[in-house]
């Protein structure tokens, strides 16, 4: 992916219906379709997330994530991490959640970070100081593991 991508933080309530529209599907067609994966995406924490969005130079999403901070009882997460088909292999997976840790770091400095990591990638969240603890768990049929950033 060359160095034109869009990086765009948003608020849920700032996003249009087209947009909006565009990273659910997203969401689905990797999460959902790609991985064979029939688990409930919409589990009401959009509303209460910045979303990263990352676009091409003709606005077509590439790559996604979702970031909440601690609230109440809940620790601060990055969640729905995904790059499409077209940025794999390119570094963008790590571009993508290194800017999620800025954020987090920015906006939530010194709180620790909770990640779902599908298992097969604990190796690459541990390059970025994440720690799995606890067993692994299924989550929609795909092995995965509770990572910690402290």
Known sequence: MNSELNFCWQRFDDFDIAGLYAMLRFRQDVFIVEQQSPYPDLDGLDP?????????????????????????DSPAFIGRIVVGPAGRGTG???????????????????QPIEI??????????????FVAEGPPYDDGGIPHVTMWRR
């Open 48 to 72: 209460f997330c910045q979303h990263l969005l990352i676009t091409d130079p003709a606005g077509a999403l590439v790559a996604y994530l979702r970031a909440r901070g601690p609230d109440g």
């Open 116 to 129: 779902g990591a599908q298992q097969h990638l604990a190796d690459f969240y541990a390059g970025f100081g």
């Open 92 to 110: 963008l997976g790590r571009r993508l959640v290194q800017e999620g840790l800025d954020f987090m770091d920015r906006t939530w400095p010194g």
